[in-house]
């Protein structure tokens, strides 16, 4: 298992910008696709994006195409999530997750089955 721990939410106005942090404890972080979802109040949560180990894959939902941006530093074993452009639909708790199932997955996608999640980070964006 790794330890996985979100920071970076906040308030936001419509249209700003936030970027996520979600910090591993252990340097087999590298060996791990990374997803980040999501979980508005009274809905089911749901995949954001993900990235594979090395960062040369990347999956995301329609609804932030074009808009947020995973990316990820193995050497300080953090991924990010950049969120531009925000909507208020966007209000969440955000969760980071590793695919601790699958060392090394080539490519990714929303049906991953995450074995490790962070305990996330509050986004709210204003309008």
């Known amino acids: 298992q790794v330890q996985l721990v979100e920071s970076g939410g906040g308030l936001v106005q419509a249209g700003g910008s936030l970027r996520l942090s979600c910090a591993a404890s252990e340097r087999t972080f590298s060996n791990y696709a990374m997803g980040w979802f999501r979980q508005a109040p009274g809905k089911e949560r749901e995949f954001v994006g993900a990235i594979n180990w090395n960062g040369h894959s990347t999956s995301y939902a329609d609804s932030v195409k074009g808009r947020f941006t995973i990316y990820r530093d193995n050497d300080k074993k953090t991924l990010y999530l950049q969120m531009n452009s925000l909507k208020p639909d966007d209000t969440a708790v955000y969760y980071c997750?590793?695919?601790?199932?699958?060392?090394?997955?080539?490519?990714?996608?929303?049906?991953?089955?995450?074995?490790?999640w962070g305990q996330g980070t509050q986004v709210t964006v204003s309008s």
């Open positions: 997750a590793a695919d601790t199932m699958t060392p090394w997955r080539r490519s990714v996608n929303p049906g991953i089955d995450f074995g490790s």
